[in-house]
């Protein structure tokens, strides 16, 4: 990929983000019914500052990794399914769900506490995430395996604690969201988001095994999927 290349589907790539979090806010505020929400646009300025920071990051460490994250083809059909149903989840109905329920009042008693952990489980999660992306540099959007010689294991950082670091990071922000807002009802739909990374996690896992050269080396080297200790 040359560099005209990797400028265009970089502008892409941001494009791509920009919509996705802006959908994310609309359904936000509009479940709330009001712009007058606190930790509503508390939730928006970490999530944006948290994107802004890792792009920044990615631009200057590893530019062509955006480029990629731009591209969906080579998606495999179970992809376009288990992937499409977690995007509805969590930047749909996790943000519309949890608006509604402040909107309602149906979680009158989440006090600042919860949402001071929620912060704090949503930034663990982003940081993984993160970390995930720059320890491997083909962390694309889409489950993948390129031509033989193109594609490299990645087996440091977080790897070496599961073999599907980038999903459990965004387990975490999934649980920190509802928090965050004060939202109980909103995990409801950040567990269906959790439950379709799960099932991301093992196709993906099973996919990778078979048709990635060297993914075996990290299966024995890294013996946990997700959740270190359990699967």
Not at 71 to 88: E, Q, R, S, Y
Request: with cysteine; aromatic share 12%.
């Amino acid at each position: 990929m040359d560099a005209q290349e990797i400028k265009r589907k970089t502008i892409q790539r941001m494009v791509q983000i920009l919509i996705t979090t802006s959908i994310q806010a609309a359904m936000l505020f509009i479940g709330a019914g009001t712009l007058k929400w606190s930790w509503g646009w508390g939730f928006v300025a970490i999530y944006f500052v948290g994107i802004a920071i890792n792009a920044l990051f990615l631009y200057r460490e590893n530019p062509a990794l955006i480029a990629e994250r731009a591209d969906n083809k080579d998606m495999k059909d179970w992809d376009k399914v288990v992937g499409g149903l977690f995007a509805i989840s969590y930047f749909i109905a996790l943000p519309l769900v949890s608006g509604l329920d402040t909107r309602l009042a149906w979680s009158s008693t989440v006090t600042l506490p919860w949402h001071l952990l929620g912060v704090a489980v949503f930034l663990v999660g982003a940081v993984l995430f993160c970390w995930s992306m720059a320890a491997n540099a083909h962390f694309a959007t889409v489950v993948r395996v390129r031509e033989e010689g193109q594609h490299q294991v990645a087996t440091d950082g977080p790897y070496r604690i599961v073999r599907h670091p980038g999903y459990l990071g965004a387990c975490l922000q999934a649980i920190g969201t509802p928090l965050i807002l004060g939202a109980w009802w909103g995990f409801l739909p950040a567990g269906l988001a959790i439950l379709f990374l799960i099932i991301r996690t093992a196709l993906e896992d099973r996919t990778l095994q078979a048709e990635l050269p060297g993914y075996a080396q990290l299966v024995a080297q890294t013996r946990y999927k997700l959740l270190p200790g359990i699967w």
